[in-house]
């Protein structure tokens, strides 16, 4: 099915991203209301995701007056030029990490998606996607922000007063999440990804600290950059589950037995998704990110 705004609060409103078969990724977006128009929490992967946002705004009979970028990977920012072009004024938040992402991973990856491409083995679903994630990345100088996020504030965006708080070397090494004190509700990014922690760009230890930050506010609701919103109690577990896990990744035990105990303590977690999909995911990262690059991921420049 195709994502459609659900009402999370009064004025906020959770767009829910999607991992399709043969498909890339698409991050949540939430949108805020402000007295001088919609702001946006990351804008998608894919056309109708960011379709869905537009559509939404003129339903509401309102501009989007900013998007905010909780990190830089395609899956949260590939909407924003067709978003800026329906609405020229708008403004975006974001780190500056995308400058050092350009340069480094997402080129790398965009000329490995390439040599993928040019072998001709591909689905044509995910064929579809690295063509369009290869476009994103050469229109690069288009996802950079506006207003550079250096560090964590209260900030007036579009007439509403919202804590952008930065964190640096966690899921990304320019994390941006943001908490909503009239509502008590903080939108995390990818500090929260379910089935597993998304740790290809990770530092566990920046992220660890980042997941404390956000307990430390009063919120009553946090929506991930990837799954369904979670109270409190989930959050708590949600983080004790993210620490257990690198943890166990910096010890002997076999990685197997690290995503077993990470897919058990996170199963009753709204949109948990399959054990299965759960444990795979995590074999890969204790093993192939974190084991290989000494409790980090190759990205962590720390």
């Not at 992967?45 to 339903?59: N, S």
């Not at 964590?152 to 509403?160: D, L, V």
């Not at 990804?193 to 760009?201: G, K, S, V, Y």
């Amino acid at each position: 099915p195709l994502p459609k705004a659900q009402s999370i609060a009064k004025g906020v409103w959770l767009i829910p991203g999607g991992m399709l078969p043969d498909r890339q990724p698409d991050g949540n977006t939430i949108l805020f209301d402000g007295p001088q128009g919609l702001i946006g929490m990351d804008s998608g992967r894919h056309t109708w995701h960011r379709e869905e946002i537009l559509d939404f705004a003129k339903a509401q009979k309102k501009p989007i007056a900013a998007i905010v970028h909780s990190d830089w990977l395609l899956d949260h920012v590939s909407g924003n030029p067709d978003i800026r072009a329906d609405y020229p004024k708008l403004k975006i938040y974001a780190s500056n990490a995308i400058d050092g992402a350009l340069t480094g991973f997402l080129k790398k990856s965009a000329a490995d998606a390439q040599a993928y491409l040019d072998g001709g083995k591909l689905p044509p679903e995910t064929a579809e996607d690295v063509r369009n994630d290869i476009a994103t990345y050469k229109n690069g100088e288009a996802l950079k922000p506006d207003v550079v996020v250096d560090k964590s504030s209260t900030r007036e965006i579009a007439g509403k007063k919202l804590a952008v708080n930065l964190a640096a070397n966690a899921a990304t090494d320019g994390d941006v999440w943001v908490y909503d004190p009239a509502t008590k509700i903080a939108a995390s990014g990818d500090l929260i990804t379910l089935p597993a922690p998304f740790l290809d760009t990770a530092c566990p230890a920046g992220w660890s600290k980042a997941l404390g930050d956000i307990e430390a506010t009063k919120f009553t609701t946090v929506i991930p950059g990837h799954g369904a919103p979670m109270n409190r109690a989930q959050f708590a577990t949600y983080r004790k589950a993210f620490d257990d896990l690198i943890a166990c990744s910096a010890s002997s035990r076999d990685e197997k037995e690290c995503a077993a105990d990470w897919t058990k303590a996170v199963s009753a977690l709204p949109g948990a998704g399959p054990d299965a999909k759960a444990q795979g995911m995590t074999v890969y990262y204790v093993k192939d990110v974190l084991r290989a690059h000494n409790g980090k991921s190759a990205e962590c420049k720390i």
